[in-house]
């Protein structure tokens, strides 16, 4: 136990048990509900998503050219499919158990200590590089668990038909269903009243009104 506790507390491993305590209290606070479990998520522009609600996962766009900086990183080495915590949290645990070994059975052969720190700065580099694919590898086969399903922008919307579930649609009122495969979506529906709009009838979206949050129809 002694000899575990003088190797976390000692460079280089130190540098990431330090890491990986900070990793664990965001994991616990977010367990608890102090922070959001998204918190280090964020948009990144170029041709990625970083969305960071926990189940917000990294989305790229397999089409784009000239990826850089944090988003072409992630695509090049296959960290993307998975919520970029969960990435952060393997990349630091992977590196710290690495070092850990490297440390534990090196160290005690090399007698000098200057030495010890120039190859403990050297191991910084190497365990991280080597945790890189080792995390790639690991989250592989939870990519099918975080898929990215995109809101319907109410925009969309326009051009199809929706049943009428109220008595009538008038310029202020009214309500109608629009069948999505699901349990279906209910919309605000507005018309003049002299269109005769009324309960059952299929009308047609044709136009959105922001202000009202609600769509003007007709009858198809």
């Given amino acids: 136990m002694e000899t575990f506790l003088i190797n976390i507390t000692s460079f280089p491993v130190v540098v990431f048990t330090f890491l990986l305590i900070i990793i664990l209290c965001y994991w616990l606070m977010a367990l608890v509900g102090v922070v959001d479990i998204e918190l280090f998520d964020a948009n990144i522009d170029i041709d990625m998503e970083i969305q960071t609600d926990f189940e917000t996962e990294v989305s790229v766009d397999p089409n784009a050219e000239g990826l850089g900086g944090v988003a072409g990183f992630m695509l090049n080495w296959g960290l993307t499919g998975v919520p970029v915590t969960v990435v952060i949290s393997l990349l630091i645990v992977t590196s710290w158990l690495i070092c850990y070994l490297a440390v534990s059975i090196l160290f005690p052969l090399i007698p000098f200590g200057f030495i010890k720190y120039i190859i403990g700065a050297g191991l910084l580099f190497v365990c991280f590089a080597l945790s890189i694919p080792i995390t790639a590898w690991s989250i592989r086969p939870f990519k099918g668990f975080f898929i990215a399903h995109n809101a319907v922008r109410k925009e969309t919307l326009i051009g199809q038909e929706c049943q009428v579930r109220t008595g009538k ?28 709009i009324k309960k059952g009838d299929t009308v047609l979206l044709i136009e959105y009104i922001a202000d009202d949050d609600s769509y003007n129809v007709a009858k198809p």
């Fill in 169 to 196: 649609v008038t310029t202020t009122f009214g309500q109608g269903i629009l069948e999505d495969g699901g349990a279906g979506m209910i919309l605000d529906i507005r018309a003049d009243e002299s269109k005769n």
